[in-house]
C-alpha cells in the first residue's frame, strides 16, 4: 500500500525524466569520447602540420630568437626561485631520516640524484607549463578572437609558422636549458642548506655529488625535456590558435593549456622512466 | 583632416568598364542547419566602390570572409582577376593574397607590435626590400592617414578611430588592387565615421583599387558607394545606385532607410 501512494505521488513527466535519464547520459558519455577523439585528430594534425612547416621556406628566424628571449630569459628568475627553495627544502626534510640511519654523508648525492633524474626536470617543466603555456594560449587565443590570426592570413603571411612554429621550436630549445640551469641552482640550494645545520665546504659538496651522479645520469634527463618542451608548446599554441567565443575563450584556452600540458608532461615522464628502466 | 569639398562616389557607367576585378557565381554557405548564404551572385568592377549593406546577422560578414578565403564556401565560385580562387594551389592562393587588402571590423592590429612594426609585417612576406624602402613605405602609409606622429606607438595608445586608420594604412601599404572594408565605422561617432568614409574614398582615386565595403552605416554607403547592395535572407535582394535603393518604391527597402 505504501509502494502504491509513493509511485502515485510521482507526477508522470518526473517519471518520464527519470526513464530517460540513462539514455541521455549514455549519450553524453558517448558524446565526450567521440570529442576526445575528434581532439585528439586534430592535435595529430596539428603536430603534422607543424613538421612540414618546420622543414618549409621561409624561416622566420628572427621571431624565433625572439621567442627563445621571451620563453628562457623571462623565466630563468622564476625557474631560479623554484629551483633553489627545492633543493633548500629537499635537503632539510631529508637530513632527519639519513641521520637516523647514521647516512648523513649520503646526502649530497641523493639530493642531487633525486634532482638531477627526476625532480628537477619534471618540476620545472610543471613551471614553465603554467608560465609559458598560459602566456603563449592566452596571446594566441586573444589573436585568434581579435582576428589578428585573420590579419596575418590575408597579408599573405603565414600565421601557423609565424607564430606556432616559432614558439613550439623555442619551447623546445629553452625549456632543457632551464632545467639544466633549475639544477645547479637546487644544488647550491641544497649546499647552503647542508650548511644551516653542519658544515660541509663548497669542495666536500660537490665530491660527494660528482662521486654518485654519472654522466649517463644526465642523458634521460636531459632527453625527456626535450620532448617536455614540445608538449609545452605544442598544446598550448594549439590551444590558442583553436580558441573560440570571445574573451571567455581566451581564459578557457590559458587554463585549459595549463592542464593539458601539465598532464602530458606527467604522462611522459612515466613513460621516459619505463624506457629508462629497462636499460638501466 | 579636413575636406574643402565634401567627397561622394559617383556612379560607374557600367558600359564604360567591362573588366570585372572580382566575381562571385552561386555562393552558398551554411553553419550547422543555419544557412547563412543562399545564393549570392555579384560582379566588382575595376575601380569601383562595391557597398553590401544589410541587417546584423544577415550573413555580410560571412560573404566578405569567404571572399578572401577566411571562410569556406560550401557551393559556389569565385573569380578573382580571372582566375577562379577554389582551383588555386597554395603558393597560388597566396600570391593572389597578395593583391587584396582587408581591413576588419575591429582593426586587428598586432597588440604586442608597434605602429611602425603593424605597417612593416605586411611587406616583410613580400618580395625582398631594402630597410630604407620599408621605412619610406611605412611613413607614406602613415602620412597619408595622418598619423605619422603614432608610428612609434602601440595600439593600445590609440583611440578608436585611429586604430580604423592604422588598420587602413596598414592593408593599404602593401598597395592591393581589391580593397575589403569589414564594418569599417562600427563603433566611431558620426564625425569620426564621415572622416573614414571619406578617407576610404581619397585612397580609392589615390590608388586606383576596387573594393567591396561591407557596412550597415549608410552614410558611409552613400559617401563610399559607387554602387549599393542590400544583402537580405541569404540573396542579394536588392541593387543600385544610394539613391536608386533610397528611392525605391518596396516598402521593405523605404523601412531600412526609415530607421
Redesign the interface.
Known amino acids: 500500500m505504501e509502494n502504491m501512494i509513493k509511485q502515485a505521488s510521482v507526477p508522470p513527466s518526473v517519471k518520464k525524466e527519470v526513464s530517460s535519464q540513462a539514455p541521455r547520459s549514455w549519450d553524453r558519455v558517448q558524446s565526450s569520447v567521440s570529442a576526445f577523439f575528434v581532439e585528439m585528430a586534430q592535435i595529430f594534425r596539428f603536430t603534422v602540420k607543424f613538421f612540414k612547416e618546420l622543414v618549409r621556406r621561409?624561416y622566420e628566424f628572427g621571431e624565433t630568437i625572439r621567442q627563445c628571449y621571451i620563453i628562457g630569459y623571462r623565466t630563468l628568475p622564476l625557474v631560479g626561485i623554484t629551483g633553489f627553495i627545492m633543493g633548500l627544502v629537499l635537503t632539510i626534510q631529508s637530513r632527519p631520516t639519513l641521520k637516523e640511519f647514521g647516512a648523513e654523508s649520503w646526502l649530497p648525492a641523493m639530493v642531487a640524484i633525486s634532482i638531477i633524474r627526476e625532480i628537477g626536470p619534471v618540476i620545472t617543466a610543471i613551471i614553465c607549463a603554467g608560465k609559458i603555456g598560459s602566456s603563449i594560449g592566452a596571446?594566441l587565443a586573444?589573436?585568434k578572437v581579435?582576428?589578428?590570426i585573420?590579419?596575418?592570413?590575408?597579408?599573405?603571411?603565414?600565421p601557423f609558422k609565424y607564430l606556432a612554429v616559432t614558439r613550439i621550436i623555442a619551447t623546445t630549445l629553452m625549456i632543457p636549458i632551464l632545467v639544466i640551469f633549475s639544477d645547479i641552482i637546487s644544488l647550491m640550494g641544497s649546499f647552503i642548506a647542508c650548511n644551516l645545520q653542519g658544515e660541509v665546504s663548497f669542495t666536500l659538496f660537490f665530491y660527494h655529488v660528482f662521486e654518485k651522479v654519472n654522466f649517463i645520469d644526465l642523458i634521460p634527463a636531459f632527453i625527456k625535456t626535450i620532448f617536455f618542451g614540445f608538449a609545452i608548446g605544442l598544446i598550448s599554441t594549439y590551444k590558442g590558435f583553436n580558441a573560440e567565443k570571445g574573451t571567455e575563450g581566451v581564459g578557457r584556452s590559458a587554463n585549459s593549456s595549463v592542464v593539458t600540458a601539465s598532464l602530458l608532461v606527467f604522462i611522459i615522464d612515466m613513460i621516459a622512466v619505463q624506457i629508462t628502466s629497462l636499460f638501466y | 583632416m579636413t575636406h574643402a569639398a565634401p567627397l561622394k562616389a559617383k556612379p560607374i557607367n557600367p558600359t564604360a568598364n567591362t573588366e570585372n576585378a572580382l566575381e562571385v557565381e552561386h555562393l552558398q554557405i551554411a553553419f550547422g542547419p543555419l544557412q547563412v548564404l543562399k545564393d549570392i551572385n555579384l560582379k566588382l568592377k575595376k575601380g569601383e566602390n562595391l557597398v553590401v549593406l544589410g541587417r546584423s546577422g544577415s550573413g555580410k560578414s560571412v560573404l566578405i570572409k569567404c571572399l578572401v578565403g577566411l571562410n569556406e564556401p560550401d557551393e559556389g565560385k569565385i573569380t578573382l582577376q580571372g582566375k577562379d580562387v577554389s582551383t588555386l594551389k597554395d603558393q597560388d592562393l597566396e600570391l593572389a593574397r597578395q593583391k587584396i587588402g582587408f581591413l576588419f571590423q575591429g582593426s586587428a592590429l598586432y597588440d604586442s607590435m608597434t605602429i611602425r612594426e603593424n605597417l612593416e609585417f605586411p611587406l616583410m612576406g613580400k618580395i625582398k626590400l631594402k630597410e630604407q624602402e620599408i621605412n619610406a613605405l611605412v611613413e607614406e602609409a602613415l602620412g597619408n592617414v595622418g598619423l605619422l606622429d603614432a608610428i612609434d606607438k602601440m595600439p593600445s595608445e590609440l583611440s578608436g578611430g585611429m586604430r580604423k586608420r592604422i588598420g587602413l594604412a596598414r592593408t593599404l601599404i602593401s598597395k592591393p588592387e581589391i580593397m575589403f572594408y569589414d564594418e569599417p565605422t562600427t563603433g566611431l561617432d558620426s564625425i569620426t565615421s564621415r572622416e573614414i568614409s571619406h578617407l576610404i574614398l581619397e585612397m580609392q582615386k589615390k590608388y586606383n583599387t576596387s573594393s567591396i565595403i561591407i557596412t550597415h552605416d549608410l552614410e558611409c554607403a552613400r559617401i563610399t558607394g559607387n554602387r549599393v547592395l542590400i544583402l537580405k535572407d541569404g540573396i542579394i535582394a536588392a541593387e543600385g545606385t544610394y539613391e536608386e535603393i533610397k528611392n525605391s518604391k518596396e516598402e521593405w527597402i523605404s523601412t531600412y532607410f526609415q530607421e
Not at chain 1, 585573420?150 to 603565414?158: F, G, I, L, N, P
Open positions: 621561409p596571446e586573444s589573436m581579435t582576428e589578428q585573420d590579419a596575418m592570413r590575408v597579408s599573405a603571411r603565414k
